[in-house]
């Protein structure tokens, strides 16, 4: 008798850095089993309106319940909240008839864990910071198949397998990508490129140093690829100092860079070593040293350095960076130490694992 094609829902919405690796899973997914039918579950807050559908996903919206991190106010509204949410998810996963759900983390991750365990359906876990978020803290008591972006995360019945990537991240050959990166960017191809990146959004502290330190680094020969976010702005009058808003196919930038100065969030991290880019890693201050950690493996490696938020200044960058951007053999040494922490093949592990889940579960027809 055959078996009907899988039915996965993906649940893992309000910011890119759930949606990315969970759209780039059900990619993968959908390569290894094209007849796979994946749908998405989203809330009208974030980003999930609009990055989803971009991916090419049906997207389900149902009312978000964040939960909070500490006892407050919000926390009495939260069981009311929970279970409208909770209902809905029910509701979409009884129209999908769904064979197993796949949970990123995030406002929309523990009403969908939630109806899933009332069902009885199997639930699969991807965890992509060192610290868990509460969603995923959950959904570990009520499931085996427990996988991380680091061997760092303590939860339990975990497996380390990285982060999910875009193909186009995993595949990319910075060598023979450089010169067309470079070219793309107004770039001479000659001569060592500094990326400069706060992430999507900018970050005040990275683009005050970088632009702080220009014409030390126009005079160590060093070109500068700066990202600002689409709120920030910088002033360069230098063809060797690139200032752009936003990209939107980061391998370029990755091509085109011999280092970097970014923010220490999962997937920058995860991204990184799968390119074998060496970076200073700017954590944010906040977040109680989450992006810090994400960080630890590949700085542990030798592949980046790890600088505080407040000591991050021209003079730093002066004095530490620009003898690092002088040194070829020391940034060839340290690319290859963060490509040996990367995990450029998570999205298909992840994939496998699923699709065996959801084999034992669902019917045949």
Known sequence: METRAPRVVVAGGHSAGHIEPAMNFADALRKLAPAAEVTALGTVRGLDTTLIPARGYPLELIPPAPLPRKATRALL????????????????LDQVKADVVVGFGGY??????????????????????????????????MTTHVYTASPDVRLKHSTAIGIPLRPAITGLDRLATREAARRKFGLRPDGPVLLVTGGSQGATAINAAASGAAEQLKAAGVQVLHITGPQHTVEANDPSYAVLPFVDEMQYAYAAADFAICRSGAMTCAELAAVGLPAAFVPLPDRGGEQRLNAGPVVAAGGALLVNDADLTPAWIEATLIPILSDPARIAAM???????????????????????????????
């Open 335 to 365: 690319s290859a130490r963060a490509s040996a922490t990367g995990a450029p093949n998570a999205d298909t592990v992840l994939a496998r694992h699923v699709l065996t889940i959801a084999e034992r579960h669902r019917p045949a027809r």
């Open 108 to 141: 929309v991750a523990a009403p969908a864990y939630l109806a899933a365990r009332q069902r009885r359906l199997p639930i699969v876990i991807h965890e992509a910071n060192v610290r868990p978020g509460a969603a995923n803290r959950l959904a570990a008591r």
């Open 77 to 92: 509204k939260t069981p009311s909240r929970l279970r409208d949410s909770i209902r809905a998810a029910g509701a979409v």
